[in-house]
């Protein structure tokens, strides 16, 4: 319930009633919240106030919106943790999910100046170019460009990405990876990532680079991925030292 004499705004308190709600089940995944013109009833407030909070829930991934129905409660979002250096098959087999992929490029091409600086390649080098958009039990979750150095990987084919790198580098290549820096930063959506990730434009994105070495210390992937913001978090254990 709401307080009225509370220095904090009614928008803000009908949003933690409703996130209490949808924790404590009383809304599960999917289910329709009632209308603005009930939830206006209920707290006595303007249908105004209702639809600030139901924006910012919206706006947050807490809900969803379908024109002409109503709103609905969304998954709880993937938690990702950022120890760990780990693959996209590895992370959904963790979550009991199936990883799949499509496809968008595969090429070889000269790097680009910035990829040949952070691969620590010759000028004129080759990489493969490999756009992915990653699906987790069928649902898009992130585009992903990667960037491999073409003379570590000669081999490397269409199928092949398809499935695992990591596998392939690892089981396949033998060659153990060691470890990442990785940047994340907050982006929005764009026609084309919205198109391939079933958003609409101008949603939230979490934009991650990771730059891969193999155990030997060799430079092998950068990578670029745009995860959908309404289904990830990046949670971390932080100690104070
Ligand atoms: C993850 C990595 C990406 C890596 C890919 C390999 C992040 C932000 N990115 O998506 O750098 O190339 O896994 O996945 O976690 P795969 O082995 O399933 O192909």
Do not use: C, W
């Not at 910035?114 to 080098?125: H, V, W």
């Amino acid at each position: 319930m709401v307080d009225k004499k509370s220095p904090l705004p009614m928008y803000y308190q009908i949003e933690e009633d409703l996130k209490q709600r949808i924790t404590n089940q009383e809304f599960k995944t999917s289910d329709m919240i009632p209308s603005e013109r009930e939830l206006s009833e209920t707290f006595e407030v303007s249908r105004m106030t209702v639809r600030q909070a139901i924006t910012n829930l919206v706006n947050e991934g807490v809900l969803y919106r379908v024109k002409g129905k109503g709103t609905f409660v969304a998954e709880e979002k993937i938690e990702q943790p950022l120890q760990g250096l780990t693959s996209f098959t590895e992370d959904m087999k963790t979550r009991g999910m199936e990883a799949s992929s499509k496809l968008l490029t595969f090429e070889k091409m000269s790097a680009p100046l910035d990829i040949t600086r952070k691969l620590q390649l010759n000028e004129g080098a080759e990489v493969y170019k490999i756009q992915r958009v990653r699906f987790a039990d069928q649902k898009p979750m992130a585009v992903e460009t990667n960037f491999l150095s073409a003379a570590m990987f000669p081999e490397l084919d269409e199928q092949t990405v398809l499935g695992s790198l990591y596998n392939y580098i690892e089981k396949t290549q033998k060659q153990p990876i060691g470890k990442a820096h990785q940047m994340i930063e907050a982006t929005i959506a764009d026609e084309n990532q919205a198109e391939l990730l079933d958003i609409p434009v101008d949603s939230a994105i979490l934009s991650i680079e990771r730059h891969s070495t193999l155990a030997d210390g060799t430079p092998f992937e950068v990578v670029r991925s745009s995860y959908r913001a309404d289904r990830y978090k990046f949670i971390s254990d932080i100690y104070r030292t």
